[in-house]
C-alpha cells in the first residue's frame, strides 16, 4: 500500500506533467473505479471533460487534482484514491494497453494520464473542495475535510498535535495512525518513528513527556524524509507511477518487516505483534512495552 512518501512522489509527478493541462476527453471503463460517483462513470466523464488541471493538492495519502481557476469551496476537484495498488500513469496516447487500465484522460499535450489499477481498491471521484473541519480554511476534497494536517504541511502545528494526542491519552501508535489526529502515518512508519524515539506503540500517550511526543512526530517526519529523498526522484518524463515494479521505494527500514532479526541499535531481537489487525514491528531491547494494567515498566529497573 502506498504511503505518504509515495503518495507524495506521484502528487511531484503530477505537478509537472498534468498541471496547466487541458482534459480533452475521459473515458472510465473500470467497473469499480467509479463507484464513489453517485452518477457513475457518466458523472466523471461530464465533470472532468474540458476542464483545466491547476493543482495537485496531498494531505496525509489524499491526492487530489484542482480543476479550472476555482479554488474555492464548492468546487469541482478530483479526488484519486490509490487504494491497495493504484497508479497514476502519463503516457502517450499510442502506449500499449496495459491490463487493469480503468480510466483515461486525454491531455491537450496528446499525452494521456492513466488510472492503472489491479487490486480495484482505488479509484476516482469528483468531489467538491471543502473548509477543513479543523477550522484552518485550507481547502480539501469534501470526503477528507475531517483529515488532520499531515507532518510536511506547513501549517502543522508539531507543539499542538502533541498536546492532542497526550490529551486523547490512548496507546500511542494508536493515536498516530488516527487520521483525525495526524495524517499520513502509516503502519510503516509509525513503527519507524517509534523505534527511533526508543517508544513502544502500546504506552499510554499521556504517560509520556510532551518532548517525548513531540521526539516521536519529528522522527515520523524524519524517517519519511528520509524515504522522499531515497525515492523522489525513481519517477522519469514519461511515467509517473506509485508502486509499479520500479514505483514502490526501496526502503530502507530499522525495525518494519525485520521480525527476527538484530535491532542495529542494541542487538536484541525485533519482535512482531498484532495490532488493529495489523503488525507491530518493535525491539523489546531499546523499546519497553507497558505492564499490564497501564503502570510502565522503566528501562532502568527492567
Ligand atoms: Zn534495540
Given at each position: 500500500m502506498p504511503e505518504l512518501p509515495e503518495v507524495e512522489v506521484v502528487r511531484r509527478g503530477l505537478e509537472s506533467h498534468v498541471v496547466g493541462r487541458r482534459i480533452l476527453d475521459v473515458s472510465v471503463t473500470g467497473a469499480r473505479t467509479a463507484r464513489r460517483q453517485p452518477g457513475g462513470p457518466a458523472e466523471i466523464v461530464a465533470r472532468l471533460?474540458?476542464?483545466?488541471?491547476?493543482g495537485a493538492g496531498r494531505r496525509g495519502k489524499y491526492l487530489w487534482l484542482t480543476l479550472d481557476r476555482e479554488h474555492t469551496a464548492g468546487a469541482d476537484c478530483l479526488l484519486v484514491h490509490l487504494g491497495m495498488s493504484g497508479q497514476m500513469l502519463v503516457t502517450t496516447t499510442d502506449a500499449p494497453r496495459v491490463r487493469h487500465l480503468h480510466a483515461r484522460a486525454l491531455l491537450d499535450d496528446g499525452r494521456e494520464l492513466r488510472f492503472v489499477d489491479q487490486r480495484t481498491f482505488g479509484g476516482w471521484t469528483v468531489v467538491p473542495l471543502a473548509e477543513a473541519a479543523d477550522g484552518t480554511r485550507v481547502l480539501l476534497p469534501a470526503p477528507a475535510a475531517h483529515v488532520a494536517a499531515d507532518p510536511f504541511e506547513p501549517g502543522f502545528d508539531e507543539l499542538a498535535t502533541a498536546r492532542t494526542i497526550r490529551r486523547r491519552d490512548s496507546e500511542i501508535k494508536r493515536l498516530l495512525l488516527d487520521q483525525t489526529v495526524v495524517s499520513g502515518i502509516g503502519n510503516i512508519y509509525a513503527d519507524e518513528a517509534l523505534w527511533r524515539s526508543g517508544v513502544h506503540g502500546r504506552r499510554r500517550a499521556g504517560a509520556l513527556t510532551l518532548a517525548t511526543v513531540r521526539g516521536v512526530l519529528g522522527h515520523a517526519r524524519e524517517v519519511m524524509s528520509d524515504a522522499l529523498d531515497a525515492?523522489?526522484?525513481?519517477?522519469?518524463?514519461l511515467y509517473v507511477n506509485v508502486n509499479g515494479a520500479s514505483g514502490y521505494f526501496d526502503r530502507s527500514l530499522d525495525v518494519y518487516g525485520r521480525a527476527g532479526q538484530p535491532c542495529a541499535r542494541c542487538g536484541a531481537v525485533v519482535v512482531r505483534e498484532d495490532f488493529m489487525n495489523r503488525g507491530s514491528h518493535f525491539c523489546p531491547g531499546c523499546q519497553s512495552a507497558p505492564r499490564r494494567g497501564g503502570a510502565t515498566r522503566s528501562r532502568s529497573v527492567r
Open positions: 471533460t474540458d476542464r483545466v488541471v491547476s525515492g523522489g526522484t525513481s519517477f522519469d518524463a
